[in-house]
């Protein structure tokens, strides 16, 4: 059984990332968003956090170890702060945790000191697929064996900074089995494509990536022969965003609260309305249930024991939870929650995004 007292550790990281999400991206992510740009000094205050080296083993530079606890606590407060630019933040996520979990000796020894420096790190993932009803066990993307290469073939779409990066992580459908291959940029056959413009989360850029014959080393396998477990991947992208999206509907409910007691209609607050109570009611219920969901899958992946289905369950919840709560935020506003001048309509497209990227964009 475990507790649900945060130890000292724990505190004092929620507490540090609460306080960069509200000093830090709360000010500019209007001007991100609509810039549809991340400004370069609230990412690089983000990354010197150590937020990703604290999950990177000290042999290979960083000072922790993975724990799926203690990247839920933090990604709340960053989905708090914005989604967009905490997307942006965690791009790196998506190569190197990965490399972490199941990257040869010879794979992190290369790579993981990269994610340690002090410059944010030019590097990523591609995964999501331009299909009806993308399935990441069954990629259109494919990896043939060619002696001593795999050749590359496939199209990739919403990838975060890709005209940017140095290095991807590319998933791809081998003998049945969806792996993932190291694919340096500069690889001839790899083209980045237009930048994608979503709904939501707009400060963060995203690309069509084409992959057109790359040929790659065997040795770019990551994991070697075993490859990975791609069950185990998913398990940690989906209580990342189910974590980041509890704390985007956090959000959208604290600002809709302040809201309801501060309006007043009929000479009292509109929070006195038994259908506006209730809606916040069944709001912050909602929050606590999936936030409850998010724990213990990631209690149960640190024990080492199977998070695959509580994951899966939680993610689903998320999804479902974050637009309930940012509508109901716009609803609680009325007409002033359709309008710029209030974040909710900006965290309802955020909202609506998680189910359609959740288990693409975002690790940690």
């Known amino acids: 059984m475990y507790s649900f007292d945060m130890t000292a550790e724990q ?91 199941f990257g040869t000796k010879e794979q992190q020894a290369e790579f993981l000191p990269r994610f340690c420096d002090e410059n944010f790190p030019q590097a990523t993932a591609a995964l999501i697929e331009p299909v009806y009803q993308f399935d990441p066990t ?5 990896a043939e064996k060619d002696g001593d290469h795999y050749v590359i073939n496939g199209v990739k779409t919403m990838v975060p900074l890709a005209n940017e990066a140095k290095t991807f992580l590319v998933y791809a459908q081998e003998r049945n089995r969806t792996q993932a291959f190291i694919v340096p940029a500069a690889t001839v056959g790899v083209t980045v494509a237009d930048r994608v413009t979503m709904m939501g989360a707009r400060a963060l850029a995203v690309f069509s990536l084409r992959f057109d014959g790359v040929k790659v080393p065997a040795a770019n396998r990551l994991g070697g022969l075993k490859g990975i477990r791609l069950s185990r991947l998913l398990t940690v992208t989906r209580m990342s965003a189910a974590a980041l999206a509890i704390g985007q509907a956090r959000a959208a409910y604290e600002y809709a609260l302040a809201y309801a007691k501060e309006r007043t209609a009929f000479g009292e607050p509109i929070a006195h309305r038994q259908s506006i109570a209730f809606m916040l009611a069944e709001m912050a219920m909602e929050i606590e249930g999936v936030r409850l969901q998010v724990w213990e899958a990631a209690y149960r992946f640190d024990s080492r024991e199977d998070a695959t289905r509580l994951a899966a369950l939680a993610k689903l919840a998320a999804d479902k939870m974050v637009l309930q709560v940012t509508d109901h935020a716009v609803q609680i506003l009325g007409g002033h929650g359709y309008i710029r001048e209030h974040p909710v309509e900006l965290w309802l497209r955020n909202g609506r995004g998680f189910a359609a990227w959740g288990e693409g964009l975002v690790m940690a």
């Open 11 to 101: 505190k004092m990281l929620v507490e540090t990332v609460h306080r960069y999400a509200e000093k830090v991206l709360r000010p500019v992510y209007r001007d991100a968003e609509e810039d549809q740009c991340a400004p370069a000094n609230a990412i690089r205050t983000g990354w010197e956090l150590g937020l990703l080296p604290a999950s990177i083993d000290a042999a290979f530079g960083g000072f922790g170890e993975y724990s799926a606890l203690m990247s839920a606590l933090f990604l709340e407060e960053l989905g708090w702060g914005d989604v967009g630019l905490s997307l942006h933040l965690l791009a790196p996520n998506l190569f190197a945790l990965p490399v972490a979990l």
């Open 138 to 142: 069954t990629l259109a993307t494919t």
